[in-house]
């Protein structure tokens, strides 16, 4: 599996401002993945992060509010753009393992970084 | 219909019980299955896939799939009060991408009394 490192773990900001959480991956994978985790909810898809391209977004969450960086195969970043105390949540970082393609497949687990824990006052 | 829909408990179960978790889905092509273990405040840790029909054990755990009722459980055997967590069912549901996602269920919190 791989080793995913997640930045900052937590943080508490104003609203009105932007946070940045950085994820780092020991290995090159082709597509990384951001969740949402509201507080008391299940895990939410936010976008894929594919090098070499712009991201791809689930319904419901936009470029401007969650820009997303992927500038190398084993790096990406999240930003929560002018946040509001309705973004406090834990943001997790996650790739796919074991299967070698880089492709999503069927079969393939999803690994997580230990997560950020946002709360906007 | 959730695509992924488990009761979201708690569930209480004394040490050293079976622990049974459910899980149903909504799309009957989907092909696996992946239950996860979040402690609070904790990342979702992978503790078990399951692709074909019928169970699957790995130590402790089975899992257990039935692909005609679109159903998956994880049974736990002698519950430990350290599996206290929350359980997520996960599914990969195609996108129009192309690819496909993790869609996970509202997780089973599980309680293990000593």
């Known amino acids: 599996s791989a080793v995913i490192s997640q930045k900052p773990s937590r943080d508490i900001c104003q609203r009105g401002t932007s946070l940045t959480i950085q994820c780092q991956v020991d290995?090159?994978?082709?597509?990384m993945f951001w969740y949402r985790q509201q507080p008391g909810q299940s895990l939410t898809l936010i976008a894929t992060?594919?090098?070499?391209?712009?991201?791809?977004?689930e319904s419901g969450f936009v470029i401007d509010k969650f820009p997303i960086s992927r500038p190398n195969l084993t790096f990406s970043t999240l930003t929560v753009s002018n946040m509001s105390p309705e973004d406090s949540s834990i943001y997790l970082c996650?790739?796919?393992?074991?299967?070698?393609?880089?492709?999503?497949?069927?079969?393939?687990?999803?690994?997580f970084g230990q997560g950020t824990r946002l709360t906007v006052v | 219909q959730k695509e992924v829909e488990q009761n979201s408990g708690p569930l209480s179960v004394p040490e050293g019980a079976i622990a049974s978790l459910n899980c149903t889905y909504s799309?009957?092509?989907?092909?696996?299955f992946f239950w996860y273990r979040q402690y609070s405040g904790k990342s979702p840790e992978l503790i078990m896939s399951?692709?074909?029909?019928g169970d699957k054990e790995d130590g402790r755990f089975t899992a257990q799939l039935n692909k005609a009722s679109q159903y998956v459980s994880l049974l736990i055997r002698d519950s430990q009060p350290s599996d206290s967590a929350t359980y997520l069912c996960?599914?990969?549901?195609?996108?129009?991408?192309?690819?496909?996602?993790?869609?996970f269920g509202t997780g089973t919190r599980l309680l293990v009394s000593p």
């Open positions: 996650s790739v796919e393992g074991g299967r070698g393609t880089g492709d999503i497949t069927m079969n393939t687990e999803a690994f």
């Open positions: 290995s090159q994978v082709t597509m």
């Open positions: 992060a594919n090098q070499g391209s712009e991201a791809t977004y």
């Open positions: 799309d009957r092509g989907s092909q696996s």
């Open positions: 399951i692709y074909s029909n």
């Open positions: 996960a599914v990969p549901y195609p996108r129009n991408t192309g690819f496909q996602k993790l869609v």
